[in-house]
């Protein structure tokens, strides 16, 4: 004869199981049910991205708190450079390129380019990539105001976007701008990406008019770093030391 606190035990076990099946099979596939022991798989301390309840400490009921005035993220100080949005020409002026032009470099911001900018700009730098094509407006490189523009330029524009561009300072990182700017900077000769490798094998005197000289140690001698603490011998360079280029 079975004990009667074992036999009670059972139906019980048998009731509760029956009451979280009915529970957990509802006609709305986006309700979850009845969770057990919750706990065991949401974070009991606060957690920024993720919360179950109103947080009543915080302000606004959410664990995320608004970073004070004035503060930078750890690690992520290279990311501002202090220049508004709308000051290219200031960009033009104090940003340098701290970055080499080696071979290295430039095959890297050929990636960067054919993976974040060539969609609109193309792959000849020319405004005829398959949103280019749709989307009239996309500027050429190679022509006009275009052709003239300086790494500064450029990495600003790619930072903060421009007109109906918009930015992409949270896609890329500031070494990887700088890397694209240099890029950008192969595509203005008009000639595509085959002017990759004629710079690098013609060498400095190749670009004596641009505002930034090319070094690649394998290909040339050495002619320095790229002018990033230096003034510039042509217009719009300015003279202030480089502020960017790690992206730590």
């Known amino acids: ?7 009670s035990l059972r139906v019980s076990a048998l009731l509760l199981s029956l009451g979280l099946a009915t529970t957990a099979c509802t006609n709305d596939g986006n309700d979850p049910g009845v969770e057990y022991a919750p706990e ?25 708190r608004t970073p004070a005035n004035g503060t930078v993220p750890r690690g992520k100080l290279n990311y501002f450079d202090h220049i508004p949005k709308d000051s290219v020409r200031m960009a033009e002026r104090l940003l ?7 071979k290295a ?22 405004g005829q ?14 022509a006009g105001a275009y052709k003239t523009m300086n790494d500064g330029h450029i990495y600003h524009v790619i930072e903060w976007g421009r007109n109906r561009m918009m930015p992409h300072g ?14 950008v900077r192969v595509l203005q000769r008009g000639e595509g990406p085959d002017a990759l490798s004629k710079l690098v094998a013609k060498g400095p005197t190749s670009i004596a008019n641009d505002s930034t000289e090319m070094t690649d140690r394998t290909n040339q001698a050495p002619v320095g770093q790229a002018q990033a603490g230096t003034g510039s ?7 202030t030391k480089a502020t960017n280029g790690t992206s730590n």
């Open 105 to 126: 470099n430039l095959e890297e911001g050929k990636v960067l380019y054919t993976r974040i900018c060539s969609h609109c700009h193309g792959e000849q730098g020319d």
């Open 233 to 239: 011998e042509t217009p719009g360079e300015g003279k």
């Open 40 to 64: 065991m798989y949401e974070s009991i301390p606060y957690d920024p991205l993720s919360q179950t309840h109103f947080n009543t400490v915080n302000s606004f009921g959410i664990n995320e």
């Open 129 to 142: 990539g398959p949103v280019g094509l749709k989307f009239k407006g996309v500027p050429n490189y190679s």
């Open 170 to 183: 949270s896609i890329v990182n500031p070494e990887e701008r700088w890397k694209i700017a240099m890029y």
């Open 96 to 102: 340098h390129n701290p970055f080499p032009y080696t």
């Open 1 to 7: 004869m079975m004990h009667p606190l074992n036999l």
